[in-house]
């Protein structure tokens, strides 16, 4: 199993971007601009926190090696119509935000080196995954909840030969990677599957995966040791 994947390059630099009052939304600290956020974000050295406000901000943005994009929790929202956030390097994070996608991924990595998902909330609507990583020596998950569109009132309408055009398919998609972490991770509602780890040494600590057409948890080659998880219908 491959995943399809888009990089975008994005250059490094020195700039380090500070709290910014956001005029147009309530919002404790950070920007809510798009453009401010992407030039922040393209040059930012390593060891940067970028942080976003309680506002909805959209577009498709690259979090670079050793950077970390944080927002205040679930208004803080990063909306794209198709893959929303990249981590796109180590040390890559992404914390304390919504992210609200419409096809491709919610979050997609693909490399070497260490990323981390920390207190972040996915909806997915169509696509290939909330989160999708291919490659990294290490993924940490934490207190990640990932709802894609399908629910107990609609299942039946979802088409038989099940597409990324036609609803989300899976909520996670793990390939290739050496040390998967996740801790305190919902999903539910994917077409094809919930959890899906291909290659990957998966260790799981507390969740639930329920409400997923298809399979809920599978595993291909690599190792999974799952500890008070729940998988249902």
Known sequence: MVL?????????????LTALV???????????????????????????????????IEGRFTV???????????RSILTSSGTAIELAGDGASLESVR?????????????TGSIAVRSVEIRSTLGRAAIGVEGPSSVVLSDVIATGPVTRANAAMVPAAATAMNTALYGILLVGVG???????????????GVAASDTTLTWQTG???ENLGIGVWIDG???????VVISD
């Open 179 to 193: 040390d998967a972490r996740l801790e305190r991770v919902t999903v539910s509602g994917f077409g094809t599957t």
């Open 4 to 16: 399809s994947m888009l990089r975008t390059g994005l250059s490094a630099g020195l700039l380090v």
């Open 208 to 210: 639930t995966v329920t």
């Open 99 to 111: 992210v609200e996608h419409g096809s491709g991924h919610g979050i997609v990595a693909v490399g």
């Open 22 to 56: 956001c005029g147009s939304c309530a919002s404790p600290s950070g920007t809510c601009s798009a453009d401010e956020l992407a030039t922040a974000l393209m040059t930012a050295p390593s060891g940067t926190i970028i942080e976003i406000g309680e506002c909805q």
């Open 64 to 74: 670079p090696a050793g950077v970390t994009l944080r927002g205040h929790g679930p």
């Open 222 to 228: 690599g190792s999974a040791t799952l500890e008070d």
